[in-house]
């Protein structure tokens, strides 16, 4: 039988100490954050930080394998048990035969959790379709919803988002893809949509366009962090803020580049030890201040830089694949950097010569059949 990720059973929060120290990690028990510190999404209402599962499936940039699920279970529940409800992932996570392993994985775990703690928590998924040049109507892109739901064996996806824009290479199939929004809200399938990979002029355009068809644009998601703060991604948060749209940082780490765990000479295993090897030389700045600020506060470099997210006014969604990462990420909770440490970050970045690589299929200059 399918279950329903969109119930919602009373929370059941209990307080914490919040000056706990983070050093070394243990077994959390209680949520990091009171309950009246959850953001709005559209009609939802989610935790200031969600887990992305982009590495859950994908063998080629995370290393994946299936023996990691029963550790991926075990995150899940700590991140529910912990207050996260807010799950990102996308029906093209997974490589080669594990292609939607992420989505799969999910609906198991929420089905697990369900199962042995005897509770249907209020789990968000928010889940993204890939703008696959064979998806040319709005009914094959509905298709694609409905595979997402089977994949994760729910009744309603919490957010259905569109995953990359085609503007500027397919503009006659992205208005196609927007119908399908329209489409899959009206039937039900999802409570909400939201969009990934937009640029400010094109985020307007769908915006606009979504509003006339009575449909709400709930989110957009977007490269951002200390190493992507650049005049798009400033222009993007104010639309967000003046329209009502929630903004979605992924990437808050930067792949794992502000977690202080690499340098130059201590790279990452993979295709990110290119982007690695380019980037770091550059970033002494920012790191030197990143781990002065975890230093004073007790905390990690990792926990300040998803902090600092969700001090801008964004709900971070970095991703996790161990149960440290989780412990570490839950860390980021229950505090709040000062207004002067923001403003040193914030120098520090600009001080920094080199900044992540941006999205390709993010739209900057669009052409739009609209």
């Known amino acids: ?134 998806r040319l109507t709005p009914g094959q892109f509905v298709n694609a919803c409905r595979a997402s739901l089977d994949r994760m064996q729910i009744e309603q996806i919490g957010i259905g988002q569109l995953h990359w824009s085609t503007a500027n290479y397919a503009p006659l199939q992205e208005l196609a893809l927007w119908d399908g929004l329209v489409a899959m809200y009206e039937k039900g399938l999802v409570k909400a949509v939201g969009v990934s990979n937009y640029g400010p002029k094109q985020l307007l355009k769908i915006h606009d366009y979504l509003k006339d068809r009575g449909v709400p644009l709930c989110s957009a998601q977007v490269q951002f962090s200390l190493l992507s703060m650049g005049e798009d991604q400033l222009e993007i948060k104010s639309i967000c803020d003046s329209l009502g749209i929630r903004m979605i940082a992924y990437s808050p780490l930067g792949l794992g580049m502000l977690t202080g765990k690499y340098s130059p000479s201590k790279l990452p295993s993979g295709p990110r030890a290119l982007l690695f090897k380019q980037i770091l030389p550059g970033l002494d700045p920012l790191l030197s201040s990143l781990r002065d600020i975890a230093n004073k506060r007790r905390k990690t470099m990792s926990q300040v830089a998803i902090n600092w997210c969700i001090c801008k006014g964004t709900v971070p969604i970095p991703g996790v694949k161990s149960i440290k990462q989780a412990e570490e990420n839950l860390g980021a909770l229950g505090w709040r950097l000062s207004s002067d440490e923001l403003l040193r970050l914030d120098y520090a970045a600009t001080e920094s010569p080199r900044r992540m690589i941006q999205n390709i299929f993010q739209t900057r200059y669009t052409y739009s059949p609209i």
């Open 1 to 134: 039988m399918a279950l329903s990720v969109c119930s919602v059973d009373p929370w059941n929060l209990k307080p914490i100490a919040l000056a706990t120290p983070s050093f070394p990690f243990k077994s959390l028990k209680f949520p990091p954050f009171w309950p009246t510190q959850k953001v709005k999404m559209g009609p939802l209402t989610v935790s200031p930080m969600g887990f992305g599962t982009w590495a859950w499936g994908n063998q080629f940039l995370w290393g994946y394998k299936e023996s990691m699920d029963n550790e991926l279970q075990q995150i899940f529940n700590m991140a529910v048990d912990n207050g996260i409800n807010l799950f990102d992932t996308a029906d093209s996570y997974g490589t080669g035969r594990l292609n939607g392993q992420s989505e799969k994985l999910l609906g198991r775990f929420i089905r697990d959790f369900q199962e042995k703690k005897g509770s249907n928590r209020d789990i968000v998924i928010a889940t993204k379709f890939a703008a696959y040049p064979w």
